[in-house]
């Protein structure tokens, strides 16, 4: 580890020696342009952009707004004398919408003047209008697509001409909206007033009943009213009628949507509400035992009597008895001649309890007495239109035939035949040349000093590179003219000295035990001998 850091060092510093002064100045110049930009890049990407969220607010407002941005930890800051708020700008459209769905503010409207500052000095009233009108329309179609369910949405806003005269009748903007809603996708009534709430905030003078928004399968979201219960049951019963026509439409759209393509179904329903509510108050009387029509007895009085002697007959009538009591079930007399008789009476009274059965039967305030279905299916090429098989058509046909068969009340309609059902359905096919089209342009993340930051960056670089290998270069062709020029030492060669005798043995010594290693251990072991 400490060889390698050495050897890296020292080629560091042989590297830096060996540049010339100009070479020196020219690498801290750039090494010190890098370090700026990459200061400056880094302080630009950290940096929070605070953008005006919403102004012309009160201060009541603007303090409710600040309670609700400090609880949801969202930095921000006050202007304007307390009438403007600002946040950061990458959460300006996400505060947009919740705090819309909440109802905040209940005055005041949101800020689009920082779409004019790219307006040039000399432009026009009209042009600033237009171009102002132009940013309102795109930022709320963009703050509209944070919305879940919503995949794209187009805007169009009616802006009222100026007052010139104090007495003229005040005008409302107005705006027609449609939305590129996910297919199957269903809003609820609390996501349907924040959209209302939202466009009505965002234009000025722009009241909620001057907005209408639809989908791209002509699906109209309409804003439930509070003040229903004031309006009468008209008001009720038409928005119940709405509401099943809208269920069976959209249970239909998505089905078919499913088989064919959501983008070449179109679905219309029509229905026929008995609003007739029904009360009924039923009294039965059923016996216990119906087969043999009998009530419980729960309880019996049985009276026995008998009597013989002489003289007259008993008198009296049989059977006769006080109106309070009840109905003799059996007398029998037995009667002998004039002088002698005798009978016998049997009174038997039985207490029979049957079920009373109190029915209060309250029937369903609407049913649907009939109902239409019509469906407008584009052919899958749509400049011919048989290249739709009319066993699809067919298909689709019955499919709607059971959905009428199954939501008519059969009470409150006549008699459903095959024939009647038929013609509550209507299957068209036909091109569509009024669909809504949607662009898929893709919009940069990044703002655009990134870029420049970037390119800059890429240009040092290549610099530094560039510098690199040229010093590189030159270095190795120093040390190639300095080989050139450097001339080899002369070594005079080493002689030989001759060989004496005692050298000659022990080459030859050397050489045995190389080659004949026995022979030399025996040749030893005789030497060690002798001595």
Do not use: C
């Amino acid at each position: 580890m400490n060889e390698s850091y050495k050897k890296y060092t020292e080629q560091i510093k042989s590297f830096w020696t060996s540049r010339t002064k100009k070479q020196k100045t020219g690498m801290g110049i750039t090494l010190l342009v890098f370090v700026i930009f990459v200061s400056v890049a880094s302080f630009f990407a950290t940096r929070t952009t605070l953008v005006p969220l919403y102004s012309n607010l009160s201060p009541s407002e603007t303090g409710t707004i600040k309670e609700n941005l400090d609880g949801r930890g969202v930095p921000s800051e006050i202007s304007d004398g307390g009438t403007t708020i600002l946040v950061p700008k990458e959460q300006v459209d996400t505060l947009k919408v919740e705090l819309a769905a909440e109802g905040i503010p209940n005055s005041g409207s949101i800020d689009y003047s920082f779409f004019s500052q790219n307006a040039g000095f000399g432009m026009t009233d009209n042009e600033f209008n237009v171009l102002k009108l132009d940013a309102m329309q795109t930022e709320l179609a963009d703050l509209m697509k944070g919305i879940d369910g919503v995949q794209d949405a187009k805007v169009m806003i009616n802006l009222p001409k100026e007052q010139v005269f104090l007495n003229d009748d005040l005008q409302q903007a107005s705006a027609s909206i449609v939305l590129n809603t996910k297919p199957g996708f269903n809003f609820d009534p609390k996501q349907i007033k924040s959209l209302y709430h939202l466009v009505s905030k965002s234009v000025p003078d722009l009241p909620t009943e001057n907005i209408v928004i639809m989908n791209q399968f002509f699906e109209y979201f309409d804003l439930e009213s509070q003040n229903n219960s004031g309006s009468g049951n008209f008001a009720q019963q038409m928005n119940i009628k709405k509401e099943i026509e809208r269920d069976i439409q959209r249970q239909v759209q998505n089905m078919l949507g499913t088989l064919i393509g959501f983008n070449k179904v179109v679905v219309s329903v029509t229905t026929d509400i008995d609003f007739t509510q029904v009360n009924q108050e039923v009294n039965e009387v059923t016996p216990v035992d119906e087969e043999n029509i009998e009530g419980i007895a729960v309880s019996a009085h049985r009276i026995t009597e008998t009597f013989s002697g002489e003289g007259a007959n008993p008198g009296g009538t049989p059977g006769t008895q006080d109106g309070n009591e009840p109905t003799n079930s059996g007398v029998t007399y037995q009667s002998g001649s004039e002088s002698n008789g005798d009978y016998e009476r049997i009174e038997e009274t039985i207490n029979n309890e049957v079920n009373r059965i109190r029915k209060e039967i309250v029937e369903s305030p609407y049913k649907i007495r009939d109902l239409g279905v019509q469906v407008m299916v584009e052919p899958p090429n749509p400049e011919e239109v048989n290249s739709l098989p009319q066993d699809r058509v067919e298909d689709i046909r019955q499919i709607l035939s059971t959905i009428v068969r199954t939501s008519i009340d059969k009470d409150a309609a006549t008699e459903l035949t095959d024939e009647s059902i038929q013609d509550k359905v209507v299957v068209s096919v036909q091109p569509f040349n009024g669909k809504m089209e949607f662009s898929n342009e893709s919009k940069p993340v990044l703002p655009w000093w990134t870029y420049v930051v970037g390119a800059i960056l890429l240009v040092v670089i290549i610099l530094l590179i560039f510098f690199i290998l040229r010093s590189r270069k030159n270095k190795e062709v120093e040390e190639l003219v300095y080989e050139e020029k450097r001339e080899p030492a002369y070594i005079p060669d080493i002689e030989p000295k001759e060989d004496t005798e005692g050298s000659i043995r022990r080459k030859q010594l050397e050489r045995m035990a190389k080659e004949k290693p026995e022979e030399f251990a025996k040749l030893l072991r005789t030497w060690l001998a002798e001595d």
